[in-house]
């Protein structure tokens, strides 16, 4: 089942939806589950939801999938450069999103400091990091990414969709420097060969491009502090969700089945 419902967005003030997705026996057990966070929350269930009418199929996917699970999508803003702001959390000097305050660390102490109380409070989970995990794509990969590093002691898992790193790749070197991660944490990185600069053949393996080298450079350093990585090329994927959603029974097994 889906629930709706209206959450604030405490640093701006503003509303926020979380599309909450719990197994549909959840009202006939008193079972505890893991729990899933995602940005751009309400694209994961419905095609009428999804910004650009194709969603993750998240529901679908859940409904069959053998582990039960609750799954948290937050919505972002949708107004113009709210979604690059809230989910921006490095502060750039020049270039892309520079014009923006870029409150993506603000964006993610109001998930750990009150979404997720709140959800444990209100629904049946196991809290403890090894059983919380966040996901997104695009800036929403990146913010995941930034998440599982920084909030580690929150986070075990992440699944870094088609992460949009490239601009900001000094900044994140330095917090992987900074904060390292428990070896039991488990990072999917992945990004389609249509989206990959630089790339000529799109039926094969990109392996050169900027894209590449970015996450196989983020792959190595959390190797090299004992996390489990899963770094996927996506053959003749594209940027958008209607691509994305293929990856999600891959990084979903990879994350929790393993």
Known sequence: MIIKRDFVYSPTGQNRILHIYLPDN??????QYPVMYFFDG???????????GTCWGVKDFMDQWEKDMIIVGIECGHGTGERLNEYCPYRMPSGFCS???????????????????MIDEEYRTYPNRQCTGIAGSSMGGLMALF???????VFSKAACVSSAIGFCMPKLNDDIKEYPVDPDTRVFLSWGTREAWGVKDHEHE??????????????????????AVDVFCQIGGAH?????????????????MR
């Open 26 to 31: 959840y009202n006939d057990t008193n079972e």
């Open 42 to 52: 309400h694209n994961l269930y419905f095609d009428e939801d999804a910004t650009y």
């Open 99 to 117: 014009e923006f305050e870029c409150i993506g660390d603000d964006t993610f102490k109001w998930i750990v400091d009150e979404i997720k109380p």
């Open 147 to 153: 998440g599982v590093v920084k909030y580690n002691h």
């Open 206 to 227: 990109d392996t050169k491009s900027p894209t590449a080298r970015n996450n196989h450079d983020v792959a190595k350093k959390l190797a090299d502090q004992g996390a």
């Open 240 to 256: 958008c969700e209607a691509d994305w959603c293929h990856q999600v029974p891959r990084f979903m097994d990879f994350l929790w």
